[in-house]
């Protein structure tokens, strides 16, 4: 087991090389640039500009440089914001964005089973088809009519939330209500769904029917054998589950106006912020490589029958 990790972590490494090398070409390749203005600059100020940011350089020899800062663990200045690099803006908003993300991600996953189980051993009742439909309306409906509407609801029509704000910024608790509900929705509805399936499809199994016959009770059936092997699908999802919350977040955070990562990422895209593009790039892949790492490794630990060689 032990080799398999070390083995699996280290395999991470190229696909992280691959990423940050497609990305940093991608972006320095696409029209514009980060002193591009409607009112272009003189010639000589905009030289001098690129000449101080090392962009008068070919761009192998730029490319170079960057993964070597990339290895001291420099993700450069930012060249729109001059007060502070891309290491300052970063760590200061991921904070936030995991918060939202956790927050979220523990609520989906609390929802999503319970509704699961629920639905299961109640199969084709009200209650089954309500969930479901519910479900099915948090899937379909997409994030940024989600987040509107409930603002107009709950922060205009009934003045009961701030429609903006973030609790880690010293304001209310109030203000996470809204921006942890409409991220909390679809990622609910998946686990709903994908549980309930789960569990519909362990009912059936013969050592379920076996322990109804030694005359256990329904929780702990439900409890001590079904959701072990049941949950399995879902373990598998939270890995990309949690990296798409996080990196889903940027239109929650846009709407609400979150200080995290997903309004730097819209700011840089916008600014054509090369080195602060590619510094949430690079967290948000980062984040998704270990999350999958942690759920490989987790299914070994609730699965008997999977073995690591």
């Known amino acids: ?8 972590f280290l395999g991470l490494l190229p696909t992280l090389f691959i990423i940050i ?11 514009g640039g980060p002193f591009s203005r409607e009112k272009a600059l003189p010639k000589q100020i905009l030289e001098n500009i690129e000449r101080k940011y090392h962009l008068d350089e ?13 290895l001291r663990g420099d993700l450069g200045p930012s060249f729109r914001y001059k007060d502070h690099d891309v290491n300052y803006y970063i760590v200061n908003a991921l904070p936030d964005s995991m918060v939202l993300g956790l927050m979220s991600l523990f609520l989906a996953l609390i929802l999503g089973i319970s509704t699961g189980i629920i639905s299961s051993t109640r199969q084709n009742s009200w209650i089954d088809y309500s969930s479901m439909a519910v479900a099915v309306i948090g899937i379909s409906i997409p994030l940024f009519v989600v987040g509107p509407v409930l603002m107009y609801i709950f922060a205009i029509r009934l003045d009961w939330l701030p429609t903006s704000g973030w609790i880690m910024a010293d304001a209310s608790w109030k203000t996470a209500i809204m921006p942890v509900a409409t991220l909390t929705l679809p990622y609910f509805a998946y686990l709903a769904r994908l549980s309930r399936a ?19 009770s329904s929780s702990v059936i439900m409890f001590k054998h079904i959701l072990k092997g049941a949950l399995l699908p879902v373990v598998s999802y939270l890995g990309p589950a949690f990296a798409n919350i ?6 929650v955070e846009t709407i609400f106006r979150v200080p995290g990562l997903g309004i730097i990422f819209v700011q840089s895209a916008v600014n054509r912020d090369y080195t602060l593009i590619m510094g949430t790039v690079i967290v948000y892949s980062v984040i998704l490589l270990i999350m999958n790492f942690v759920v490989d490794i987790a299914y070994g630990f609730m699965d008997p029958r999977i073995s690591y060689t």
């Open 198 to 216: 789960s569990i519909l499809e362990t009912l059936r199994s013969d050592y379920v029917r076996t322990a109804r016959a030694k005359g256990l």
């Open 246 to 251: 996080v990196t889903g977040s940027i239109v």
């Open 21 to 31: 090398t497609l990305s940093f070409f991608i972006i320095r390749i696409a029209p």
């Open 58 to 70: 070919p761009l192998v020899v730029q490319y170079g440089r960057y993964m070597l800062d990339i």
């Open 1 to 8: 087991m032990t080799k398999y990790i070390i083995r699996r």
